[in-house]
C-alpha cells in the first residue's frame, strides 16, 4: 500500500506582460467572459484589438511563478500464489492532480498560447490536471503448464484523458489566437435563443433562420451526448473537464522452454497484445474524442455586439472515434537462450 502527497512551493507560469488586466469588461452574452480589449463587428465578420501597455511592442511572454499545484497518489497491491502452478496479482491505482497549467509544450510562449483560459490570465484558477489520470487497474495470473510451459494473462486498465472543447479566433481579445495556437473556452449555450449561429457554412453570410436552427440542432446534439457539457449550460465550460472513456485490455503470453546441454534451455515466447480485438474486430476498440488536451469545436466568424457575444459556425466531428493502432491486435514472437 503507497500513498503519496505532492504538493509544488513555485510552478512555472506564462503570462502577457504588455496586456492590461482586463480592463475591455465583460461578454455578458458568453457567461462574463473577461475581455482584454475590444471586439466589435458583425455577423460574418469581427475585430478583436488588445488593450496593449505598450502599443510598440505584441505579445511579450513572462515566465515566472505560481503556486498551488498538488497531486494525491494512492495504490494497492496484491499477489497471491494458489498452489504450486498458479499465481495472481492485483493492483488498484487512484489519483488526483490539480494545477493551474499544464504545460505540455518545451517553449513558454506555446504554452501561453494554447493552455485553455479558465479565468484570469495573471490568475488561473485550480483546475484538473491534463496529466490526471484518476483510476488504473491492473489484474494478472501465471500458469504453470505441464511440459514446461507458462501461460500468463495481464488486463490493464485506467481512465482516459481529460481535454477541453475551444473556440477558433480570439473571443476575449487578449491577442490569441496566432496563426497556430488558440486558448478560447467554449461557451456552452442554454438553448437556441443562447448563441448566435452561422447557418450558410462557408459561404458568405449566415444564411437562412431555418438553417441557423438546423445547425443548432446537430450543435444541441452533441452537447446532450457529452456529459461536460450538457452539464455546464450556460456558463463557459472548466478546463479538462471533459474526459475520454476508460480503456482496457487483455493481454497474452504462452512461454515453453525446450532444455538443452546442462542448465541450459531455449525459451520461445509468443505474446497476443489486444487478445480481445484478436477474438472481434468489434471487441477491444478504443474510441476517444482527442488524443490532444484540446479539441476545436466552434469558429469565431463575426460578433453581435448588441448581445455581447460572437457569431459562431460549428465544427462537429462526433463525440467518439476509435483510434486505430490502439485498437488493433499485435502478436511478438520471441526467442531466448538461457544459460
Excluded at 198 to 226: C, F, K, M, P, R
Excluded at 227 to 233: G, H, I, Y
Amino acid at each position: 500500500l503507497d500513498a503519496d502527497i505532492t504538493k509544488n512551493g513555485t510552478n512555472i507560469q506564462v503570462t502577457d506582460a504588455n496586456l492590461r488586466s482586463p480592463v475591455g469588461g465583460v461578454a455578458r452574452g458568453e457567461g462574463n467572459r473577461l475581455l482584454y480589449g475590444t471586439i466589435s463587428g458583425t455577423d460574418t465578420s469581427f475585430t478583436a484589438t488588445p488593450f496593449r501597455r505598450d502599443t510598440a511592442f505584441g505579445q511579450v511572454t513572462r515566465v515566472s511563478n505560481s503556486s498551488g499545484d498538488h497531486a494525491l497518489s494512492l495504490s494497492v497491491q496484491l499477489r497471491r500464489r494458489f498452489g504450486e502452478r498458479v499465481e495472481g496479482s492485483a493492483f488498484y491505482g487512484y489519483t488526483e492532480a490539480r494545477d493551474r497549467m499544464s504545460l505540455v509544450n518545451p517553449a513558454a510562449r506555446a504554452n501561453l498560447e494554447n493552455t485553455p483560459l479558465d479565468g484570469a490570465l495573471e490568475a488561473r484558477p485550480l483546475r484538473t490536471s491534463y496529466f490526471d489520470i484518476p483510476h488504473r487497474v491492473q489484474l494478472s495470473a501465471v500458469v504453470r503448464l505441464p511440459f514446461r510451459a507458462w501461460l500468463s494473462l495481464l488486463y490493464s486498465g485506467a481512465s482516459g484523458t481529460p481535454y477541453t472543447y475551444m473556440v477558433v479566433g480570439d473571443v476575449n481579445a487578449d491577442g490569441i489566437p496566432t496563426a497556430q495556437f488558440s486558448n478560447d473556452i467554449v461557451y456552452v449555450p442554454r438553448d437556441r435563443a443562447d448563441i448566435s449561429l452561422d447557418g450558410n457554412g462557408l459561404a458568405a453570410g449566415v444564411g437562412t433562420t431555418a438553417e441557423q436552427d438546423s445547425e443548432y440542432a446537430l450543435l444541441d446534439a452533441h452537447i446532450e451526448v457529452e456529459p461536460c457539457l450538457r452539464e455546464q449550460r450556460g456558463r463557459i465550460l472548466r478546463r479538462n473537464s471533459c474526459r475520454n472513456p476508460w480503456f482496457g485490455t487483455v493481454s497474452a503470453r504462452l512461454t515453453k522452454a525446450i532444455p538443452t546441454a546442462g542448465d541450459r534451455s531455449l525459451e520461445l515466447t509468443a505474446t497476443v497484445y489486444n487478445v480481445l480485438n484478436l477474438l472481434s474486430r468489434r471487441w477491444g476498440q478504443y474510441r476517444l474524442t482527442i488524443p490532444d488536451p484540446w479539441v476545436q469545436m466552434l469558429t469565431l466568424v463575426g460578433y453581435e455586439a448588441s448581445a455581447g457575444r460572437g457569431v459562431y459556425r460549428p465544427l462537429l466531428r462526433g463525440v467518439r472515434r476509435v483510434q486505430d493502432l490502439a485498437s488493433r491486435w499485435q502478436v511478438e514472437v520471441s526467442v531466448r537462450y538461457v544459460f
